[in-house]
T-cell receptor, first 115, second 116 residues
Framework: EPEVTQTPSHQVTQMGQEVILRCVPISNHLYFYWYRQILGQKVEFLVSFYNNEISEKSEIFDDQFSVERPDGSNFTLKIRSTKLEDSAMYFC?????????????FGPGTRLTVT | QKEVEQDPGPLSVPEGAIVSLNCTYSNSAFQYFMWYRQYSRKGPELLMYTYSSGNKEDGRFTAQVDKSSKYISLFIRDSQPSDSATYLCAMSAWRGIYNQGGKLIFGQGTELSVKP
């Protein structure tokens, strides 16, 4: 069964450092998303990406964040200068293009720890 | 008022019980409704997806959507200890002709424990 994969599973970084989180969405999906979940809190939307451009972003997704689809399979989230409050689980999700297929399938997540 | 409200629990039931999980929402634009199961520090796993109002059944799981009341439910029949997890409701609006929608808005999650 196709699945979304994410690497690394756990990333520890120092405040101010840049991190890149990687995702491989399901192969025939065309909508891609990043969400985050701070420990004990709800899952929050960060950004959606379609047709090689950002289609929507949340207030959280400020200038420190960027996304890219560098090739036909990977989808990345970059945080330029990490802050302590960026510590969270980051989930990638994807969904198909068809009008009725709004289900989003999530990856296992990357746990980001900023020290 | 929060866009999506879900009782965080925890909810503890004996094995074999029928479990009812619920969410309410305020945004009438929501048309697509999902239930996810999440284990600690893992990714949400899609359980059920429903478009607009109505019921959907899959094995021991039944999802119900009542758009007139802005209320969705997930029922688990014959609950098992392996059903112990956090259950998240999530919903989205139509993507729109410019594909600007589709983001999921999640509830807080309900922690369920099924005791043998």
């Amino acid at each position: 069964e196709p699945e979304v994969t994410q690497t690394p599973s756990h990333q520890v970084t120092q405040m101010g450092q840049e991190v890149i989180l990687r995702c491989v969405p399901i192969s025939n999906h065309l909508y891609f998303y990043w969400y985050r979940q701070i420990l004990g809190q709800k899952v929050e939307f960060l950004v959606s990406f379609y047709n090689n451009e950002i289609s929507e972003k949340s207030e959280i997704f400020d200038d420190q964040f960027s996304v890219e689809r560098p090739d036909g399979s990977n989808f990345t989230l970059k945080i330029r200068s990490t802050k302590l409050e960026d510590s969270a689980m980051y989930f990638c999700a994807s969904s198909a293009e068809r009008e009725v297929d709004y289900e989003q399938y999530f990856g296992p997540g990357t746990r980001l720890t900023v020290t | 008022q929060k866009e999506v409200e879900q009782d965080p629990g925890p909810l503890s039931v004996p094995e074999g019980a029928i479990v009812s999980l619920n969410c309410t929402y305020s945004n009438s634009a929501f048309q697509y409704f999902m239930w996810y199961r999440q284990y600690s520090r893992k990714g949400p796993e899609l359980l059920m997806y429903t478009y607009s109002s109505g019921n959907k059944e899959d094995g021991r799981f039944t999802a119900q959507v009542d758009k007139s009341s802005k209320y969705i439910s997930l029922f688990i029949r014959d609950s098992q200890p392996s059903d112990s997890a956090t259950y998240l409701c999530a919903m989205s609006a139509w993507r729109g002709i410019y594909n600007q929608g589709g983001k999921l808005i999640f509830g807080q999650g309900t922690e369920l424990s099924v005791k043998p």
